[in-house]
Structure formats: C-alpha cells, structure tokens
C-alpha cells in the first residue's frame, strides 16, 4: 500500500492551497483517512480525519478554515482556507487500511509529506 500525497508549497497569509492524497495497492477497505501536519520542533498533530461513513474531525485551529472531502475512488483532499505562518508545517497524510477481506482489523498507513509554507 502506498499513500501519495501532493500540493504543498509556499503562500501568502489569508491565501488557498489544496492537499491531495491517493491510495493505491492491495486495499480491501479504507476505515478512515486523515491529514496531520508537524512543525519544525513539533510533535505531529491531527489536523482533520474523515471516516468511511463520511464523519468529520477538525482540530480546533483549523476550524471554519480547512475543509477534508470524504474519500471516493481512494483519494482524500484538504483544502485550506485563510492560511496563516502558523498553519506552516510539513503535511502528512494518513490512513486506515485493511488490505484484505480475512485482515484482522485495520492498520495505518503513512503518505511522504508534503510541505507547506505561509509567508509574506
């Protein structure tokens, strides 16, 4: 199983930038999928999580401004809102798996990361 995730880069505060993530390999079911983001010094944090019954979570600083779409044909997308340098971090993305039918339970997945930087 591979997680691919793409669309970092630099932007200006109050600017748009739109994270995807695609899964791909031997995947039975996806439980959930999730964006977590880790800054320089920092511990990694959850930033949002969809799950497969469409639920959301958002962390509370990202709240009204970052949007994660529920996951069809095994991608996942953030889009992100009024950014702002505190939003600056390297985005990773996440997921549950069971890769197949008689899999005991689901196991994470872990995406390469992809950078994000807001500044002037």
């Known amino acids: 199983v591979q997680l691919q995730a793409y669309g970092g880069g630099l932007v200006q505060p109050g600017g748009y930038l739109r994270l995807s993530c695609a899964a791909s390999?031997?995947?039975?079911?996806?439980?959930?999928m999730s964006w977590y983001r880790q800054a320089p010094g920092e511990e990694r944090e959850l930033v949002a999580r969809?799950?497969?019954?469409?639920?959301t979570t958002y962390a509370d600083s990202v709240k009204g401004r970052f949007t994660i779409t529920s996951y069809v044909a095994k991608n996942v997308y953030l889009e992100m809102n009024s950014l702002k340098p505190e939003d600056t971090a390297v985005y990773y993305c996440?997921?549950?798996?069971?890769?197949?039918?008689?899999?005991?339970?689901?196991?994470?997945?872990w995406g390469q990361g992809t950078l994000v930087t807001v500044s002037s």
């Open positions: 996440n997921a549950a798996i069971r890769r197949y039918s008689n899999s005991y339970g689901y196991s994470d997945y």
């Open positions: 390999g031997t995947i039975f079911s996806i439980n959930t």
């Open positions: 969809v799950t497969k019954g469409g639920s």
